[in-house]
């Protein structure tokens, strides 16, 4: 079983000077085909750039790479895209779900109450990184509800698949975002998604916790006390991409 993390939307801020990040996505070899957890950027993102890429690109450098696209990626890996026959996805910003339509016959696993948040009424700022157009063709959606169950001492939902996988809603960043626990054959691999800055020691947490999600502190709190458990965030650093290609 083979995990590959890949880069799908990089970011360099002006000030200070050259902080490089990119956004995690997921790619896992199964026995039901490839399953892909968030997308990063799609073609047409490169193309069209949607009100929200033009605001990145006023306030940090944003290269646009159309090589970033998941599907060349996932090419040049050696795989076909057709071969992706799962999306899981952790929310629906922008640089998160933008590549759904280069997967339009992929079944697309979302928590129900991300897509209420996506397709609702705006509530709060970070409403404004979804982006409606990546849904337009209309997506094989398979959606989740909360069911009981816990994955260690969080909420999780059950995922269809082998490996075992969770579903952990981790709601604040967005009102239904997931994170995504895999049982590899050596550990569990925890993608935590923007509920967490996992790698940020550049910034304090209490910005953090502001900036990006209330559940900073207990997602942080959690990869301390189980260092046998990988967690990775959203973002990483470009240099963190160079030295984990695989889990
Ligand atoms: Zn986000």
Redesign the pocket.
């Known amino acids: 079983m083979t995990i590959h993390f890949i880069n799908g939307f990089t970011c360099k801020t002006f000030f200070p000077y050259h902080w490089e990040c990119g956004t995690i996505e997921m790619l896992i070899e199964t026995n039901d085909g490839l399953i892909l957890v968030d997308t990063g950027l799609g073609t047409d993102d490169y193309m069209h750039h949607s009100g929200i890429i033009n605001l990145f690109r006023a306030i940090m450098y944003v290269p646009l790479d159309p090589k970033e696209a998941a599907i060349k990626q996932i090419v040049r890996l050696g795989y076909k895209p057709e071969d992706v026959h799962h999306i899981i996805l952790t929310?629906m910003?922008f640089?998160?779900c933008g590549g759904l339509p280069d997967f339009p016959w992929a079944k697309v696993h979302l928590y129900r109450k991300e897509f209420e948040a996506f397709t609702g009424r705006r509530r709060q700022f970070?409403d404004i990184?979804y982006v409606q157009r990546h849904i337009s063709h209309g997506p094989d959606w398979v959606f989740y509800e909360d069911t009981g169950e816990k994955w260690f001492d969080f909420n999780a939902i059950r995922l269809p698949f082998t490996p075992e996988m969770w579903l952990i809603p981790l709601a604040g960043?967005?009102r239904g975002l997931c994170g995504v626990a895999i049982k590899t054959p050596e550990h569990w691999l925890f993608q935590t998604s923007?509920a967490a800055a996992i790698f940020n020691e550049k910034v304090p947490d209490w910005f953090i916790t502001m900036a990006l999600s209330r559940q900073h502190s207990r997602v942080k709190q959690f990869a301390r006390e189980h260092p046998d458990i990988q967690v990775v965030g959203?973002h990483a650093w470009l240099n963190w991409f160079m030295d984990h290609k695989n889990a």
Do not use: I, P, V
Request: aromatic share 0%.
């Open positions: 929310h910003h640089d998160h970070s990184a960043h967005t923007d959203g």
